[in-house]
């Protein structure tokens, strides 16, 4: 399918979309007046971010995300060092707006630092560094909504705990009795590894790491979008009691995620080299994207 330049970027930066999660879920504990800002924010970006999710919504079909993992899953894009690939990652700067974003680097290592900070285990603080790592699909000229934004099931029902599930009317899946039931595909409590998810930099990254991590970081990469369900609960038809036990991990991982802006941004020379040797512990010299 061909995409015009509209639809393939309708966000000023793929940043946009992150920002309007914070917003959905704000922090339990923020101080009372970042709440009121929160609730006050009113912005034309607001009418980006909904027409970000009608073209995702519209177009994340399973046949689609079958198309996705044909072309990526092959892994045969590039090949390169994991702080060349941050450096690659980099690249994907969002000018519009520099005063609220932090560059992709910065978010990693703010979400890692904190996670380091709780006294978590190695593996959680890389998870950390890592996860968004699948953003590179935006460099590889892919639509943003097939790169960032919620992430949930295709091929059964959608469910409207999904933000802007309205716009699913518009997902041909939708109107096919091959998809549109609550099982669609699948059977009862499956299991979330036999379940496809809409295409994004999760999936993307957790079959690029899946051989490396322990399954923890594993579920944390694959299903960090995944908000209907680590947030909303709709879709527990499908999982089984090992997801269930798992998901206590994605749970644990979406505060650092959303909350760990910090207002000093960490020193990354000085802090170099304890990830270069976390960096060596677990991952191969090289990843292949
Ligand atoms: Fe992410
Ligand atoms: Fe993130």
Known sequence: MEFSEKEIAPLSSIEVWEDDVLLRYPEEDAPKKAKEEYRNYDNPERDTVREFYRLNHKFQTFDFVKEK??????FNKAEMPIWEA????????DDSDPDTSLDQWQHLLQTSEAIRA???????????????MGKV??????????????????????SDRIVYAEYFEANPDAHDSKFNT??????????LKNVNMSWGHDEYLYQMVKDYLPEEALYMIRYHSFYSQHRENAYEHLMDEHDHAMFEWVKKFNPYDLYSKLPTPPDTQALKPYYEE?????????LKF
């Open 118 to 132: 709780d006294g978590h285990p190695d593996w959680f603080v890389l998870t950390g560094l890592l996860h968004d």
């Open 69 to 74: 993992q044909a072309e990526f899953l092959k």
């Open 278 to 286: 976390l960096i060596k512990k677990y991952l191969p010299s090289t």
């Open 137 to 158: 699909l935006c460099l590889f000229g892919e639509a943003q909504w097939a790169v960032v934004g919620d992430t949930f099931p295709v091929g059964c029902q959608h």
């Open 86 to 93: 941050f450096d690659f990652l980099n690249t994907l700067v």
């Open 182 to 191: 609550k099982y669609g595909v699948y059977e009862p409590n499956c299991g």
